[in-house]
């Protein structure tokens, strides 16, 4: 499936709202999705993008690791289901807002969040979404300098 399909996927299921650990599983997929299309973007993407692809693959795969692990059926792991990036800027336009949103629903979580424990994970979660939305928005302003775009139109 597209990359573009994907993100669209994560945003409508990560938008649905839920209880915490359905927040916390669509989270999760979101920054494993993040970090499959850094991964692909690193192997296949303009060699500009190279280096910081590789950085999103990392800090992405920091975003997973802060969290606990969903226990997902076979065929739900939506990063697995990647088979093309398409255009890559839009691409990781909708990465950044994926992005953006799962940072907003961390907060929405750590704030009702009834243990420290999982507050705790929300605020780690946070900071590797922040991070791996950094290095999307990097790898925008490349692509806009490449193409002459004024950075205010290219994300």
């Not at 927040?23 to 993008?49: D, K, M, N």
């Not at 950044?96 to 704030?111: K, N, P, Q, R, S």
């Not at 791996?132 to 300098?145: F, P």
Request: some cysteine.
């Amino acid at each position: 499936m597209d990359a573009v399909r994907l993100i669209l996927t994560s945003r409508r299921a990560l938008t649905a709202g839920g209880d915490v650990p359905q927040t916390l599983a669509e989270v999760w997929q979101a920054q494993a999705l993040a970090q499959a299309i850094g991964s692909r973007l690193a192997v296949f993407g303009p060699p500009s993008l190279r280096g910081e692809a590789l950085g999103l693959t990392e800090v992405a795969g920091r975003g997973c690791g802060v969290l606990d692990t969903p226990e997902l059926a076979p065929g739900e792991l939506r990063a697995a289901q990647l088979t093309e990036l398409g255009d890559a800027r839009q691409c990781l336009l909708r990465l950044a807002a994926l992005l953006a949103e799962t940072g907003i629903a961390l907060v929405a979580t750590a704030c009702a969040a009834d243990d420290e424990s999982t507050y705790w994970q929300c605020m780690e979660a946070i900071d590797a979404a922040d991070e791996s939305r950094d290095r999307v928005l990097q790898m925008l302003r490349r692509l806009a300098d490449e193409d002459g775009v004024p950075e205010r139109e290219a994300g």
